[in-house]
Each structure stands twice: as structure tokens, then as C-alpha cells.
């Protein structure tokens, strides 16, 4: 356990521990708290059981007008026995053993919780705490940096603190909290800086999440964006286009054509026609992949560069703060030596131009730093225009297919079914087709309408479809 004082015995809250506490805090309100010879617990509104080897929480609900708890540095295990604390808006459960957040359900006005120092391994149940603006759980077990994304229910959060836990040490841990929750404040006893938002914000832009999600996987160490196997195609906008997917998706549902297969020279075509429709998708999906590695390169190449920029400008500036700390060490010994007021006041006096320079110096470097930045993000947004507008001008047919499209295709291929069905009903209006056909196939040609309906609507469908997957690509290529 975290808290044991000498060889103490651990508590469970009692009326009398409850009684003796409000007394030590509220001496000289006694008179107004009394009721009899008994507390009138409806009327105390802060509780403090700091330091009393609490093991377990028990006996609080006279207290429902509560609305500041302290339970810190006892031997608390569990969260529990809070449920008729409805009023409660800071609760201080710091210095403890408790392993699960929970029982926290019913405290909806809660302003301020504290969790520090306790064996807590995830953030969870936690969203009815929709008042919550300060949030304290560091020096717990939290492993798992993505677990933080939980906190964007938490709408009020501005201040939080998770120092001291194990994925604190993950490499830009800072940047990957402040991208997912862009409202915090402070964060880690620290003022979030504004040139790191407006970064991040100017990261977002038009492009939605997008560009921000790439932000978070180099963030998590993910380095490049690859992928392999049909999440890889996913990213590429190419699913579905490798092999006969989309082909045969497209006949999935149309039993009327298959129906004409049996028609003289019709075979041939539905035979010839996917080996022409597959390769053209082939060409469509290698593109795609290529362009891909394109925009992986781009990607990672600005985060390259991101991170060389902002490594240049922290060595530059430990290396002015190491100095001026030297220049004032040695400047401190040479006043603690001084015998002489003046050599003293000299030296506190070049001691204050010294700061003012250091700031000076330091504002200069955030300056620069920040004009680098900008122009590495416009720089980014260029390249990034100039890729995606190709690759949706090529996509809508310009170079590699020179306009042979999907959709030429299947219009080819209906105008020759329409024709070979058209010879075919002539010739069954001449009686002179020996073939027998099936009974399915006679009552589709049974007349022109009823033959050209069929064609036509199963032509429509088809047509959808592959508009379909054309516009998913275009969209997922916008949105990217």
C-alpha cells in the first residue's frame, strides 16, 4: 500500500471519525452546526479526512450537501459510497491504492478531481463528469498513450495533469495530448503555448482530420504511413479495383443479362468483356499505389523536416540558457565574495541586463522558429495541392488511360449486347433461329420493350456502381 503511517491499523469512516473532522475544521461554528447533541450533517458543505488511514469509504450519505472532499494520503482501495454526494464539486482522492476509476457515476457537477499518486492503469468511466474542468491522475500506471483520446468527452476539461506515468516518456507525448484535446489550458502544471495550437489548428485546416490523424501517427511513433494487405489499399483510395471485385459486384445482382448468355455470339462477349474490364481497373489500382507512396513520401518528409527544425531551435536554446546559467553562477560567487557594496551592485546590475537579453535572445529564436514552421506548413499544403489534383484529374480519365475508362467499357459493351439481342429477335420474328432457348430466356425476348427494359436497366445499375466507386475515390482523395 502506498500510505501506511508506523504500524497504524487501517480505517473505515465512521460517524465519529466524521464528527471529530468537522469539528477540527469548523471549531467556531460549532454553535450553528449543532443539533441537539448531535452534527447537523445537511449543513456541512466541505469534509477533510486527510492523513487517517481510511482503508474503505462508508458512512457519508448524511452528508449529501457536500461539496469538497478531501480523501488524500489514506490507504483507499475503491472508489465507492460517494453515490448520494450530488453536490460535490472537487474531490481530492490523491495519495491512495485505488486501481479502477469507477463509483463516480452520479457526481455530475464534479469541477475538480484529483487521482494523483494511485495504481490506476486506464481512464474510464468518467462520462457523466461533463462539469469537469480539472483533472489530476498523474503518477498512476497509464501505459497506453491513446487512452488519453478518452478525455474529449470531457468537453470543460482545460487543466490536466498526467506527469509521472509511463507513457510520459513516449517521444512527443506533449504534441499528441494537446492535438487530441485542443481545449487544455494547462497540462502537466504547464501553460499549453499558443504557437503550439495555432500549429495544430493550422495542421486541421480544410482537410478536416485528416492531416491531424497523420500528425498523431508520427506522435505514436508510427513513423511512415505504411500499410500492408487491403488496409494499405484502403489508404491508397484503391479497394475493391485490384482483381474482378468490382467486376463481378456489378453482375452480383443482375440475373436478367446472365439470362442472355445462351444467345448466339453473346457468350463470347460476357467471356471477353471482364478480361477488358479487370485490366483497366489493374491500371487504375497500380496508379493509385503509386500515388500513394507520392503522398506517403510528402507526409513524412514534413514531419522530417518538422522535427529537425524543432530540434535545431531546443539545442540553440539550451545552449543560450546553459551559458547565461554559467555567467550567473560565476556572477553569484563573485558577489557572495565581494567585499565592496559597489563590486556587488555592479554585478546584480549586469545580472538584470543579462535576463532581459536571455529574453530577448529566447523570443528571437521563437520568432524564427515559428516563421520556419509557417513556411514548412504552406510549403506542405502546395505539394500536397499539386498531388491530389493530379491524381484526381487522372483519375476522371487524363493520362495513364487515355480515355479508356470503366465506364467506356460497359457502354461498348451495351451498345454490342444491344445489338446482338436485337439480330436475335429479328431472326425469332423470321423463324429462323433453330437454337431452342430456355423458357427464362423466350419470355425475356417475348418483345423489343420488354428485351431493351431489361438491357437498359441492368446497364443503369452497372453504371451506378462504377460511379459509385469513382466518387468514393474522389471524396476519400477531398477529404484526405
Request: hydrophobic share 40%.
Amino acid at each position: 500500500m502506498s500510505q501506511f503511517f508506523g504500524n497504524v491499523e487501517p480505517n473505515i469512516i465512521d460517524d465519529e471519525m466524521v464528527q471529530k473532522a468537522i469539528e477540527e475544521k469548523f471549531p467556531e461554528d460549532l454553535g450553528d452546526l449543532a443539533r441537539g447533541e448531535n452534527i447537523n450533517f445537511k449543513v456541512v458543505t466541505e469534509l477533510q479526512l486527510s492523513f487517517k488511514s481510511i482503508l474503505q469509504i462508508d458512512n457519508l450519505w448524511p452528508l449529501e450537501n457536500l461539496t469538497k472532499l478531501q480523501l488524500d494520503n489514506n490507504v483507499i482501495e475503491k472508489i465507492e459510497g460517494l453515490e448520494s454526494l450530488v453536490h460535490l464539486v472537487w474531490l481530492d482522492l490523491s495519495f491512495n491504492n485505488i486501481e479502477v476509476i469507477e463509483g463516480l457515476d452520479t457526481l455530475v457537477k464534479l469541477q475538480d478531481l484529483s487521482l494523483y499518486s494511485n495504481r490506476i492503469s486506464k481512464i474510464e468511466h468518467m462520462d457523466t463528469l461533463q462539469e469537469l474542468q480539472i483533472f489530476s491522475i498523474g503518477k498512476n500506471n497509464l501505459t497506453i498513450l491513446e487512452d488519453v483520446v478518452y478525455l474529449r468527452r470531457l468537453k470543460n476539461l482545460r487543466t490536466l495533469n498526467l506527469s509521472g506515468n509511463p507513457f510520459c516518456n513516449r517521444e512527443h507525448y506533449t504534441l499528441f495530448v494537446v492535438a487530441h484535446l485542443p481545449s487544455l489550458v494547462y497540462l502537466d502544471f504547464k501553460l499549453v503555448r499558443e504557437s503550439t495550437v495555432r500549429f495544430l489548428h493550422s495542421l486541421i485546416g480544410k482537410s478536416g482530420n485528416g492531416i491531424l490523424q497523420s500528425l498523431c501517427f508520427v506522435a505514436l511513433g508510427a513513423g511512415s504511413l505504411q500499410k500492408s494487405g487491403s488496409q494499405k489499399h484502403t489508404t491508397a483510395f484503391v479497394e475493391y479495383l485490384n482483381g474482378s471485385f468490382l467486376f463481378d459486384s456489378l453482375y452480383a445482382e443482375d440475373t436478367e443479362v446472365a439470362k442472355l448468355a445462351s444467345l448466339p455470339e453473346v457468350e463470347d462477349l460476357l467471356q471477353a468483356y471482364p478480361s477488358w474490364f479487370v485490366s483497366v481497373c489493374e491500371n487504375l489500382y497500380n496508379y493509385g499505389l503509386e500515388e500513394y507512396k507520392k503522398r506517403e513520401a510528402e507526409v513524412s518528409q514534413f514531419y522530417k523536416r518538422f522535427y529537425e527544425i524543432l530540434t535545431v531551435n531546443q539545442q540553440e536554446s539550451k545552449r543560450i540558457i546553459s551559458d547565461f546559467e554559467n555567467r550567473n553562477q560565476k556572477r553569484l560567487d563573485e558577489i557572495y565574495h565581494a567585499r565592496s557594496g559597489d563590486i556587488a551592485e555592479s554585478q546584480r546590475a549586469e545580472g538584470k541586463e543579462d535576463i532581459l537579453q536571455l529574453g530577448d535572445a529566447l523570443m528571437t529564436l521563437e520568432a524564427l522558429v515559428s516563421n520556419d514552421l509557417e513556411e514548412l506548413l504552406q510549403d506542405l499544403k502546395s505539394s500536397v495541392d499539386v498531388i491530389t489534383s493530379t491524381f484526381i484529374e487522372n483519375i476522371q480519365g487524363i493520362y495513364p488511360f487515355h480515355g479508356i475508362q470503366c465506364r467506356d467499357l460497359e457502354n461498348q459493351y451495351h451498345e454490342k449486347l444491344m445489338e446482338m439481342t436485337f439480330a436475335t429477335l429479328e431472326k425469332l420474328d423470321n423463324d429462323e433461329v433453330e437454337e431452342d432457348f430456355p423458357d427464362d430466356v423466350r419470355r425475356l425476348l417475348v418483345d423489343k420493350d420488354t428485351t431493351v427494359n431489361a438491357i437498359n436497366m441492368s446497364h443503369s445499375i452497372r453504371l451506378r456502381k462504377i460511379d459509385k466507386r469513382e466518387s468514393d475515390m474522389l471524396c476519400n482523395t477531398y477529404q484526405w
